[in-house]
């Protein structure tokens, strides 16, 4: 049977992370603004709130490790586990099914938190590894 054009979007991912090519999964993005309790002049009596500054949880990626795409990853967590700097800014982009950058998060100052190579997938006959990094962010920008 021959592919259709819509064939060929039922298995595509329809995001790019800029961080690796082979990244299959990408968690939520997660943000909590706590409220700060105030006062207003001199009634002090009267509770109110303003937002406070947005915390952003964990992001979880995990790719298909092949043989030389993964050491970008290793380097970066080795570099992180050894003290240095590791911090990256990375770009997620998410692409409506023309291929078209529909949405983008600019995720500034991550650094790497977790780390596991050892999932063993088999779909298909075929098994691949997977690996799991979890980062965590600073600052989150949409545009």
């Known amino acids: 049977m ?4 819509a064939d060929k ?5 329809n995001f790019h992370v800029d961080l690796h090519e082979d990244i299959l999964n990408v968690s ?4 909590t603004i706590p409220k700060i309790p105030t006062t207003t002049g001199s009634d002090t009596a009267q509770k109110t709130y303003r937002p406070g500054r947005p915390a ?3 992001i979880t990626l995990r790719g298909a490790e092949h043989t030389d795409g993964v050491k970008k990853i290793r ?4 570099d992180a586990y050894d003290g240095k700097d590791a911090r990256k800014d990375i ?10 950058a529909v949405r983008t998060f600019n995720l500034y100052r991550c650094l790497p938190v977790a780390y596991s190579s050892i999932d063993l997938n088999s ?13 965590r962010v600073q600052r989150i920008e949409m545009k």
């Open 75 to 78: 380097q970066w967590i080795k």
């Open 9 to 13: 979007h039922i298995f595509c991912n």
């Open 56 to 58: 952003f949880g964990n």
């Open 123 to 135: 779909q298909g006959g075929a098994a691949t590894m997977h690996w799991v990094v979890e980062i």
């Open 91 to 100: 770009m997620v982009e998410v692409k409506n099914q023309k291929g078209e």
């Open 28 to 31: 939520s993005i997660n943000m």
């Open 2 to 5: 021959a592919e259709t054009e």
